[in-house]
Antibody, heavy 120, light 110 residues
């Protein structure tokens, strides 16, 4: 059974870079059948797609975040990572990693999520 | 402001049928399939409906989805107290070149 687990600092200072890692277990991140994505949810608000990566490294980013986002993959560790630069309080959210199929497929499953607070 | 529009709340009594709407445009719902997610407080979203009307294994057939033009709907029949959750619609947007979500609907079982 595929499982995803987010990890990283829970507190980031304004203007710094948020860095999170998603560890995939129970399956290979190098599968040609899937993409791997990051999404977030500010407290009490709705979901927002951040970006998606294929195991070969091709990426797709939310245009509203594109200038600040980098998603990378480490197939040797079965992990993929998110970096979001120049963070502000508006970036405070629960960050989720998730898998989706190659075809226009939904995100499923999701990791449990990790809360990142931006505050000095 | 979410790209897809959902009512912020919905309610029903046990046993009733409730529908939640999701309105979009020609670049998202009008040209791509719709997915629905269920989220309980403090937990990650769970896929409920994909490709407009398909249920993943394990999802009760009380949950159904439909799409017409630039709108989609989630229907829950035989409402149960454990259905009380937030529900989100999602679709790919060809103009934004990304995934877009509705703002979510909080379902209350009275």
């Amino acid at each position: 059974q595929l499982q995803l687990q987010e990890s990283g600092p829970g507190l980031v200072k304004p203007s710094e870079t948020l860095s999170l890692t998603c560890t995939v277990s129970g399956g290979s991140i190098s599968s040609s059948s899937y993409y791997w994505g990051w999404l977030r949810q500010p407290p009490g608000k709705g979901l927002e797609w951040i970006g998606t990566i294929y195991y070969r490294g091709s990426t797709y980013y939310n245009p509203s975040l594109k200038s600040r986002v980098t998603i990378s993959v480490d197939t040797s560790k079965n992990q993929f990572s998110l970096k979001l630069s120049s963070v502000t309080a508006a970036d405070t959210a629960v960050y989720y990693c998730a898998r989706r199929g190659i075809l226009p497929s939904p995100f499923d499953p999701w990791g449990q999520g990790t809360l990142v607070t931006v505050s000095s | 402001q979410s790209v897809l529009t959902q009512p912020p709340s919905a309610s029903g009594t046990p046993g009733q049928r409730v529908t939640i709407s999701c309105s979009g445009s020609s670049s998202n719902i009008g040209s791509n399939t719709v997915n629905w997610y269920q989220q309980f407080p403090g937990t990650a979203p769970k896929l409920l409906i994909y490709s407009n009307n398909q249920r993943p294994s394990g999802v009760p057939d009380r949950f159904s989805g439909s799409k017409s033009g630039t709108s989609a709907s989630l229907a829950i029949s035989g409402l149960q107290s454990e259905d009380e959750a937030d529900y989100y619609c999602a679709a790919w947007d060809d103009s934004l070149n990304g995934w877009v979500f509705g703002g979510g609907t909080k379902l209350t079982v009275l």
